[in-house]
């Protein structure tokens, strides 16, 4: 099992249609996937057309003796699985704050799901709290999001700065571009620069897209309604390069 964390403390980012396209990407190429929407606005779970209902509310996810089973919801997917958002997931830094290894009870929550899925996607909060860092341990990739732009590039130098300090073991941090217009001089120059100072730097760019911004309207990932345009082809290829570099 591979967990991917989509994370960025800047949002604007297109880090949910990051989260939603990659796992249905990764469900189409036949890998059981899940996607766990943390987030509390619930965009992922709106996307994939579940309800955004916990019972018992988030709490109930870190009390519940029956382990994270319980929580899962099918989508209209084959292969792809949906732990839905909840409102009071705004609260679940202090749900967290109330339990023993606070730090460490995503990781626990997810590890009873190993033998029964290859890929988990978490959708993130923009935030860096106790959540980020349940998420940033739990994680094996970390997939962040970068507008071509300074105030982007900013946040990017934050959480690898965050990450250095929390000494998180075993976490791969992969940035990549996403909405980039290269008919602009200053994504061209961005772009070009970023990869010579940080050569972690995916290769592969998510283009800014009407396609995207059509999920709202569609309620689906953009493969789905829009399989040969340019985001629904460069999702796929940034599983395959994600997927290559750990192979490596």
């Not at 029956?66 to 679940?92: C, H, Q, T, W």
């Amino acid at each position: 099992m591979t967990v991917f964390a989509i994370f960025q403390i800047k949002g604007g980012v297109g880090k949910t249609a990051t989260a939603v396209n990659l796992s249905y990407c990764s469900a189409t190429t036949g890998s059981r996937s899940l996607l766990w929407d943390i987030d509390p606005q619930g965009a992922a779970t709106y996307y994939f057309r579940v309800k955004p209902k916990i019972k018992g509310g988030g709490e109930k996810l870190f009390r519940n003796k029956k382990g994270a089973e319980k929580f899962i919801k099918g989508s209209d997917f084959e292969y792809l699985d949906v732990i839905p958002a909840d409102f009071s997931y705004r609260n679940m830094d202090l749900f967290l704050g109330d339990h023993k290894n606070r730090t460490q009870r995503f990781d626990k929550f997810l590890s009873p799901l190993k033998e029964e899925y290859e890929n988990i996607f978490l959708d993130c909060p923009p935030s860096m709290s106790l959540v980020s860092e349940n998420v940033l341990r739990a994680a094996d990739v970390l997939l962040v999001p970068v507008i071509p732009t300074t105030l982007s590039l900013r946040t990017l130098e934050q959480v690898s700065e965050f990450c250095q300090s929390r000494r998180f073991k075993n976490l791969k941090i992969m940035p990549f571009f996403s909405m980039m217009d290269r008919r602009r001089k200053l994504h061209r120059d961005i772009v070009s620069g970023l990869h010579e100072s940080y050569p972690d730097v995916l290769k592969t760019a998510i283009p800014n897209s009407s396609f995207v911004e059509q999920m709202g309207v569609h309620r689906t990932p953009v493969g789905e309604y829009a399989p040969k345009s340019a985001p629904a082809r460069a999702y796929y290829t940034l599983l395959d390069e994600v997927q290559g570099r750990l192979e490596t």
